[in-house]
Structures are given as structure tokens and as C-alpha cells.
């Protein structure tokens, strides 16, 4: 069974990201659906195995029943997998003997990616907390009531699945795969806490399905995470990797407790209760450092999703692309403008803010530190530029660049978009492969932090659930004959941005005639 699962693991989470791209749902969601009827069955098929064995013992006494029900079961689904096929799966183009040699070469691979580093490390580490964690929270129940009955046990270990499967389905909801590493602190808080109440001897099930619940809260995001980041190419090693470092660590940490139990440094399940609780608290307390924008923006999105009710749109959402350069180009006109599109693009964004709010307390800290903002001199006329020279930077180390080309927020009624500035072009003139993105969003003009009626926060008030609306066109390379003059390469983003509105179902803008005459005919290459 062992040898089984083993080669059906890692299959199972190759292909997922291919589920995802076929069916349109978030990986995250999926991954979602995945562990929690994965946890779902496990207790499903305990309590059936539990229910049959007195009962289909005397029909058939020639078989264990839990062998004839497995078997019906396992058959079942064979013929169910099967009939799966995912068009988007990549595959490499050897014998599959030739990649099992490659294992850890493809091992070698993962683990040279930073993101896929600490993904895998943080999936092993909290896997293996939690699985130690419940059979020392057994033990520990054990000692406290040894007269504990077998049912009692059964169902202890049922409301860990119980939990591991609530936890994922909560875990789905953020789709978003950065701000889903927000939950790995947060569960290893409520980790901390089931610990805790097995410690003050409270009941079993209590303490087991919050661990479960915590366990599933942070598995889906570390998961999602990691099957996004290790190349495409090496999803099938990878995912073995990943199965191999969550076995050895739990291997060594199972081993660490029997060592240091026998030994006498650990006697007893309370010693080893508390050692778990400190080995969990250092995994937060790390967690929250290097998730910290996630942790952030996570809450910043929370605080604000009683004001908004975002929907978006388009063939930019899934034709995103996930590693390299990008530039997203938008219409401008309140202040939470950056923090509505970076809820909806997959990937961390670096906005440019000006230096009237960038030089702020706590707020410079948090742009230079966590959010890695791009400061923009606030200054009528400057003869340099050097925000500019840092957008090509960051687009040189491959991040998500925003950029509101109209360089302030709107102000008229009657003007929809003003007039982009050059300093989009200027970066585009450095970087011109790099691929655009262009948006549009409706609803900022009217909302709290808009100047409608008056500047920000001004004669309106708090926003309730006001509908915003961001179409995302898709990404595209623009041509060099729209690259060789800036008044054209200007109007070209201003039309892009204004046919985004089309996908939110609006009709597209139009541009004043003397702009629209600064476009070439023809086109852009496409992307």
C-alpha cells in the first residue's frame, strides 16, 4: 500500500496544475477539493472498515473485510482515473526510467528556486509538526485515562480527518497565490493552540480537530504554492521530492522524540507537548517573516472587503503570466486603485507612489521593506528621473511593474482618462519585450478615497459594498513602429486601456480625435 500511494501521490499532484488551466478553477481551489476529499475518504473509509468488520466477517469469513472493501473501492476508482485527461499536462519528452534517474537532479532544480524552497521547507516542517503532534496528543490522552475506549480512540483520530478536511475547504476561498501563505502563520497560531489545550487535559476531539483544521489550513497554500513555482517541465519528480522531504522530516522529528524520550530529556508526553509547542511557535514566528507582505495585504484585504465588492474580468486573469517581467498599465482615479488590482493579479505587484505619501512614518518603512514601492519625487518640473531607472530595474529582476500612466488621480467628471505621460514609454523604450498588460477599472471614480465631490475622504461617505469592476485585457508586446514615437506608444496605452472596459461589458472609450491621430495603423505583434 505504501510502495502504491507513493506512485500515486506525486502523480496526482502533478497534474493538478493542468486540472486548474483546463477547467478554469483557481490551483489553490482545486487543491482545495483535492485534500479535502482525500481527508473526507480517509475518515469515510475508517468508519466504514470500523462498521464492517463485525458485521461482514460472518458472510465472509474467507476474507478480512477491509480487504474486499478496499479492493471494490480501489477498483472503482481505477476505472474512474482512467478516463482522466488533461490536454495541459506537460510531458517530458523521455522514458519514464530515464526521469525517475533524474529525480534528484530535478531535486537539485527545486531546490535552487528560492520560492519553491521555502515552500517545500515550510510543507515539510508544519506536515510534520502535525502529524508527530497528534500521535503525542493521543499518547498524552492515553496517559491522562487509560481505561479510554477503542471507539473513543477511533473517533479522536476521525475529527483529525474531520478538521484536515474543513480546513481545506476554508483554505480554497483565497485564491490568490501569494496571499494564500498568509494562512501558514495563522494555522501555526491555531496549532499552538490545540497543543495547548491537550496540555491543560482538556477532551481529545477538541484539541484533534482543531489540529486537523490547522493542518489543512496551511497544507493547501504550501502546496498550491510549491506546484506553481518548481518548473513545469519536473512536476512529476518534483512532487515526489516534495513527498520524500515530508516523509523524512517527519522521520527525523518522530525519531528526535523517541531519542530524546528514551534518553530521559523528554519524559513523558507533557515534555514532549511543550517541545512541540516550541518547535511550532519558532515555524510562526519564521513564517511571519518571510510571508510578511502576504501577511499584510492578506489582512489590508480582510479590512477591506466590507467597502468592496471586486469582480474581474478578461483573458488577462489566466493568460497572466507567472514568472518574468510584466507591466500592468491602468486608469487611475482613487487611492485604493493599487490595492484593488494587486488583490486580482496573481502575482506581487510593485507599484510607483509618490513621494507625498511614500515619505510618511511606518508607511516608508513598509513601501522600502516589504512592499519594495518605487518612489516618485513630488516636484512641478525635475530635469531626472531616477524612478525610472528603478522601474527598469525591477522589471530587469523580473517583477510585476503598475504603472498609472496618467501620473495623478482623476479630477474632472467629463474626463474619463487624462493624457499618459511619457514615463511609460521612456520604460517601455529600455524594456521593449517586455509584455504589457493593460486595465481598466470602474467604479473607483465616486468612491471614498476618489475626488468626486471633493478630494479623498471628502463630502462621501464609507464606502459598502461598492461594486468594482477591473477588466484585464491580454498581455501583448507592442510593436516597434508603436515603440519608435512617444506620442503614439501614449495613445496606444490609452486605447488599450479604454477597450478593457469591454470586458467588464461597457462599451469601449473613445479618444479625442487629435490623440487618436498619433496611432499608427497598424498594430501591435501580439503576444
Known sequence: MAVGSAVYSPTRYALLPAVAKDTGWSLARVNSLIEMGGAAATAGGAMLGFALFGQVWSVLPQWPPAIVTSAALNLFAMLLAVSAWFPSDLRRPERPLDSVRDFFIDGRRVLADPEARYGLLGLAYFLALTIVGVGVMAQFA????????????LLSLLCVFVGVAAGSWLAGFQKHLYRGLALVPAAALGMLVALAWALGRGTLEGPCILLGLMGGLLNVPLRTFYQARVPADARGNAMAFMNFSIYQTTLLLGSLLIFLTESGLLPGPTAQTIFLMVLTAVGMVAAIVLALRSVLEQGLEILTWPMYRLRAAGPGLAEFPMRGAVLVVSNHAAWFDPIWLGTVVPRFVTPMMTSVYYDKPVIRWLMVHV??????????????APELKDAVAALDAGRVLLVFPEGALRRKEEQSVRYFGQGVWRILKERPETPVIACWIEGNWGSFTSYFNGPPTVNKRLDWRRPIGLGMASPRLLDAGVLADQRATRAYLMRACLEARTFLGLPAGELPAQIEEGIPKEGDSGA
Open 142 to 153: 492515553l496517559d491522562a485515562n487509560s481505561s479510554i475506549s477503542q471507539d473513543h480512540r
Open 371 to 384: 512592499a519594495h514601492t518605487i518612489r516618485v519625487p513630488q516636484a512641478a518640473f525635475r530635469r531626472e
